[in-house]
């Protein structure tokens, strides 16, 4: 294992070495490619401009355009948007806009300044001949002060309410990752404090030791509660994402210091940001990759005499659209190489932007999934793992679908917006476990269920002086619909839930002494109409952060808050076998942050920060049969929370985090963190904790890549989690009861799986033409072939025909081996 960690770390590293090299050698060669002023953004040097003229005429060209805006929304006349390192750049126009032309193809740092505002930098940003969306900026206003700066600036933009406890990814980042897939879920697990699942294959996001039903998405300020295929009812978690990272423009995770607008979140809220449609025309993306194939479309909604018309006014059109479609082709892979199951998916997104006047816009946003994973029955040459893979599976069909609308109003008299949302979000999911997977007759357990939110949501922002507030309220109609059938104990029961939640918030944020010291205060209360006892005074939820500079670039942080989330409608719906709602006197989850940490700005593009953490749960909904929390279940394919609940359980998790991160400069980009922490909860005896599944009390990761000349790009990630405990199988009980697998919850922590860690690697290769662009793409998954630690998994002892012993015994299935999982793909933009 020992050589194995070495062996990963090693080829993680190998791009710092090639940078560093190459970084030696352009200082010898004494080949400065910008100056730096003390004021403002990098300008080209004199040694710059000349290359520029030297260089040949490249095959292509490609166009920047954007917008630039104040906090409050308010276009900034005459701001500065340069591509570094070039000659490349613009003035915004009276509208904010500009437009930079005749750009060769490639990646960029682009970074846009104004008198009086702080400059902002966007690192590896790629132009290209077709398809480049818009880059807009939001420069924030700096101290009056004319003396010298006493903040550095971080190349993590952060609000003020989150100051620490925060990571983002751009657009390149996130289609380049190594080892993703192109799966948005998938990158973030990557980021600091996240655990993988156990077997490593699923998108659940557990961060900082606290389950994966504790995070909450946002999609451009619209919930969304299920973002995987496949997902678990009651949970979060999946093995596929459903979002398209053709669309994406940037993603945020915060780990703490959440923002009163968010409701529900316990560990984490993550923000995924949709991109723009390109305002120069019709353009389209096709990419495969190793497990799907997607088309998006991006296109403004005009004739050609006024697009001809807004660009010679320097305009966006009033009026775009972005669309895509996705297909699995997993279930022919999964055919041709033998398993016995079959997942199948498509999913769609959409976004349409619409401009009324200078002051007000609509946008449209959906996204959804139609999931199938069903079962093949078993031939002669099928393993032991494979027939017992058959035996347990379920069969899932699964439907999600959410829509919103969102009015957008700047407002004319005072400094501010206002943002309306309304939305819709809805599950299907059919979920039967059968005792005869060939016949599919002896119905075991089945959950029908539909679940459907209807949200409106409204949010002031306004600026007044010094301060930032921001305040608002969210109105919810739930509906839930559930037929549960169940043959041990045998019984069915039918839920028709229809209620309201609602909640309010407002924040309060400020800047004081130059700058140096920001501090956001936050008050947040929800409350519903169905649990019993609910109320606005029993979640009200206070929060505090801070940020102050120590020095020039040394930055302390901190940041304390409760938090509440509500229970998942999976528990609320439960009727016992009296047909009683056992789970409607459920208290709201509540979740005790306190982080403190310490923040060095290394450059412009580098920061090294160390955070110490601290959460304690209180009200955790704790399993009366299993006596176990709810927290330690849900990692697999199932409906979490169907059954009898308590809320008294209680947890902690604390610990270190140390995190490095350089974004793109002299070709190299990286980011290593380290997590140290602790993991427990408790049970119905709420004085007796118990490790999470995922305590494993180190997490490492790291990230590196590395762009090559002629377009060639090199990136690696490693990962690594130290041993975690498992739930180990009741071997007795599951031989009488099998294929279903039961778990004996009163073992839990007494053994542990091996070790996690796995390289992988990807290579990219972009050509650029005059009417599109091609990039063809090699990526290696799990590359030093280490074995996924698994709990031990069982079958049924067999003859040599494949039948049944008597009696019915167990055999322990053999683990397949590690292997390296080789792979490419292709993404067109024309």
Known sequence: ???????????????????????????????????????????????????????????????????????????????????????????????????????????????????????????????????????????????ESLEEAVVALSPINRPKETPLSTQSLSAVEIASYPGANNDVVQVAQTLPGVSPSIGGFRNDLIIRGGASNEVVYYLDGIEIPNINHFSTQGSSGGPVGMLNVSFISDVRLSASAFGAQYNNPLSGVLQFSQRDANPNGFAANFRLSASEAAVTIDTPLRSKARGKADKAAGAAPKTDLLLSVRRSYLQFLFELIGLPFRPDYWDYQYKLNHKIDAY?????????????????PPTADYTPEQIATFDQVPVIFQNTNTIGA???????????????????NSLWNTFSQYNDNDTQEDLRFQNDALESETKLRATVT?????????????????????????????????????????????????DFFEDR?????????????????????????????????????????????????????????????????????????????????????????????????????????????????????????????????????????????????????????????????????????????????????????????????????????????????????????????????ILDYNALGSEKLAPFSQLDFRFDKKWYYEKWSFNFFVEVQNALGSSNPQPPTYGLSRDANGMPLSPRSLIEIEQSAGAAIPSFGVVIDF
């Not at 609509?362 to 093949?376: A, E, P, Y």
């Not at 940020?547 to 439960?574: D, E, F, R, V």
């Not at 990692?635 to 604390?654: M, T």
């Open 406 to 424: 969102t009015w957008k109003r700047r407002f004319k008299e005072r400094s501010g917006f206002m943002e309306l949302s309304l939305s819709n």
């Open 360 to 376: 007000n816009s609509l946008s449209f946003i959906g996204l959804g999934s139609i999931d199938k994973f069903t079962v093949i």
């Open 1 to 143: 294992m020992k050589k194995t960690i070495w062996m990963g770390l090693l080829w993680a590293l190998w791009p710092i070495f090639s940078w560093a090299q190459n970084n030696n050698l352009q200082t010898q060669n004494g080949q400065a490619l910008s100056t730096q002023t003390s004021t403002g953004p990098r300008v080209p040097s004199p040694a710059a401009a000349l290359v520029l003229e030297k260089s040949s005429t490249p095959r292509a060209t490609a166009s920047l355009s954007g917008q630039i805006l104040d906090p409050a929304q308010n276009p900034l006349f005459g701001a500065t948007v340069v591509l570094e390192g070039t000659s490349f750049g613009a003035i915004s126009n009276e509208n904010g806009r500009y437009l930079i032309e005749n750009i060769p193809p490639g990646s960029y740092t682009v970074q846009a300044s104004y008198l009086g505002f702080k400059t902002q930098t966007v690192f590896n940003f790629q132009i290209k001949p077709v398809g480049t969306p818009p880059l807009n900026f939001i420069l924030e206003e700096a101290s």
């Open 517 to 741: 010291l920001s501090v956001s205060l936050g008050l947040r209360a929800d409350a519903d109409s169905f649990t019993k006892g609910s109320s606005l005074l029993k979640t009200l939820s206070p929060r505090l952060s801070a940020s102050y500079a120590l020095a020039p670039s040394w930055k302390l942080n901190g940041t304390a808050g409760i938090y509440y989330k509500i229970p998942p409608y999976t528990m609320l719906g439960y009727r016992d076998q009296t047909q009683e709602l056992v789970n409607q006197n459920l208290d709201y989850t509540r979740s005790s942050h306190l982080v403190l940490g310490v923040e060095k700005i290394l450059n412009p593009a580098a920061r090294l920060s160390l955070e110490g953490f601290y959460k304690y749960y209180s009200d955790y909904p704790v399993s009366v049969a299993d006596g176990v929390s709810i927290a330690n279940k849900g990692a697999g394919f199932e409906v979490l929370g169907n059954e009898a609940i308590a809320s008294v359980g209680k947890g902690k998790a604390y610990g270190l985090e140390l995190l490095w991160q350089q974004k793109l400069t002299q070709k190299f980009f990286g980011i290593f963190s380290y997590t140290y922490f602790y993991s427990t909860f408790s049970g119905l005896d709420p004085e007796v904790f118990r490790p999470s599944v995922w305590d494993s009390r180190h997490l490492a990761s790291f990230t590196t890549g590395y762009k090559l000349p002629k377009n060639w790009e090199v990136s690696s990630r490693f990962r690594y989690a130290a041993a975690t405990p498992y739930v180990p199988t009741d071997v007795a009980q599951t031989t009488a009861f099998y294929p279903e697998i």
């Open 462 to 510: 306004s600026f007044e002086g010094e301060w930032k507030w921001s305040y608002g309220l969210h109105l919810q109609r739930a509906l839930y619909e559930n037929t549960t059938l169940s043959s041990r104990p045998a019984y069915t029961y039918n839920t028709d839930l229809d209620f309201y939640n609602y909640g309010f918030f407002g924040q309060g944020s400020r």
